[in-house]
């Protein structure tokens, strides 16, 4: 190949290689828009995915704290604030975003009334996505909390302040049988166990503190348990019952009398031996009262207290009374109006005494000095007070007594 040959091949050469360089180049240049947008939405991709877990921590600490207020026994409102208020404690912005408070939960596996459902949104700008749709991203994320029962009371009082709201006192001695004792008052005494006062139970709970404890024996938890959630009223929604047909107690009867069901306007003052028959007593005007020496039973029975009216038993007396085992009214046997605003209730008794059943009094006291219990132990007290200075074992297992279990120590969790 001659010289001149060799020089032209290498001039075209060089010309190719200049071309190719410029192709190269250019493709660059037209490729760099998407690989910069490309890494862009990976960027908005990772952004969003923290934004959601964001999120999700703030639904899931708001539906513990609604979970919270439910079982305690809020109201709508107080679940809902509750809710809203974790959440924007978490980063939640009502600002371009919704909150959903569902109880119980409007789907899952956990649609019960123990369990909240909170769902949140919130709007996250676009970025380098805006190119495609201006519109922002909405984040959706749901949290469900659940209560669940780890102890069952059979002594529950609900006032929320009380100093001493239970208190067991004097040389009482309570067995408490595979339940507990709750206190919904956060005072530093909310359980106080004085004086030669002694306590056994599964496990004794206070919103507040727990006093005396020298005298407590617990069987099922390691000790005593202080500033513990509040446990809502078990029979709140519990009807008022009707009056029913009027009726009177006879004076100075002679022998045995068997009592009906309705209205006792004028109050029941029982003497001699005396028989309820099955059904709800409506007393009003005065108290339910059962004089010394007195024999007073029945069964299938509930006893409702008018507001200015209140129980009072002699400890002379031979009281054996049992709630009715079904219906509306099942496992209740003492009912005091709600409407009630001050008052005690004293159950006092001999050894041979039973009272089986619910003594239900939400807005008074119940001062039990009978030594005496429920069939098989089952007797249950809910009441805005408990003053305990008798002797008696009492038991929580009373479902064939027509008796619901009440809610004390309960774990609140996150279970979707």
């Not at 022998?255 to 306007?265: E, I, S």
Request: hydrophobic share 40%; proline share 4%; aromatic share 6%.
């Amino acid at each position: 190949m001659s010289r001149s040959h060799l020089i032209h091949e290498a001039r075209r050469l060089v010309r190719h290689l200049r071309a190719e360089g410029g192709n190269v180049a250019m493709i660059f240049a037209l490729s760099m828009p998407m690989a910069m947008g490309g890494a862009g939405l990976v960027a908005e991709t990772s952004y969003d995915y923290f934004q959601k877990n964001h999120l999700q921590a703030a639904a899931d600490a708001a539906a513990y704290a609604a979970a919270l207020e439910n079982r305690a026994g809020s109201d709508i409102s107080t679940i809902n604030g509750a809710a809203s208020s974790q959440a924007t404690s978490n980063g939640w912005s009502a600002t371009g975003g919704t909150i959903t408070v569902n109880t119980p939960p409007a789907s899952g596996a956990n649609i019960t009334p123990n369990a909240v459902e909170v769902l949140l949104t919130q709007n996250t700008p676009r970025f380098f996505s805006a190119v495609f749709n201006t519109q922002p991203i909405v984040i959706h994320t749901r949290a469900v909390a659940l209560a669940q029962t780890a102890g069952d009371a059979c002594i529950l009082a609900l006032d929320k302040t009380a100093s001493g709201a239970v208190q067991v006192q004097g040389n009482s001695t309570l067995t408490l049988t595979g339940c507990d004792v709750m206190s919904n008052s956060v005072a530093s005494d909310g359980v106080n166990v004085w004086g030669s006062g002694k306590l056994s139970a599964n496990c004794v709970e206070s919103a507040g503190g727990i006093t005396n404890k020298s005298g407590l024996t617990l069987t099922g938890c390691q000790s005593a348990i202080t500033q513990a959630p509040r446990v809502a009223d078990p029979f709140a929604a519990l009807p008022t019952p009707s009056q029913g047909q009027n009726q009177t107690v006879p004076k100075n009867p002679k022998g045995p009398v068997t009592l009906q069901p309705g209205y006792y306007k004028s109050g029941m003052s029982l003497s001699g031996n005396v028989v309820l028959s099955a059904g709800v007593y409506y007393v009003s005007g005065s108290d339910f009262s059962v004089n010394a020496n007195a024999t007073v039973s029945g069964s299938g029975v509930t006893i409702f207290l008018a507001a200015g009216s209140q129980v009072s038993m002699n400890g002379n007396a031979v009281v054996t009374l049992s709630a009715p085992t079904s219906g509306t009214y099942s496992g209740i046997l003492f009912f005091g109006d709600r409407t009630a605003t001050s008052g005690s209730n004293v159950f006092n008794g001999d050894a041979t005494s039973k009272l089986t059943g619910d003594l239900y009094f939400p807005t008074q006291q119940v001062t039990y000095q009978g030594n005496f219990t429920g069939t098989n132990g089952c007797t249950q007290i809910v009441a805005d007070q408990v003053q305990w200075t008798g002797n008696a074992t009492v038991g929580v297992n009373c479902a064939a007594q027509g008796m619901a279990a009440i809610p004390a120590r309960q774990a609140v969790t996150l279970v979707e």
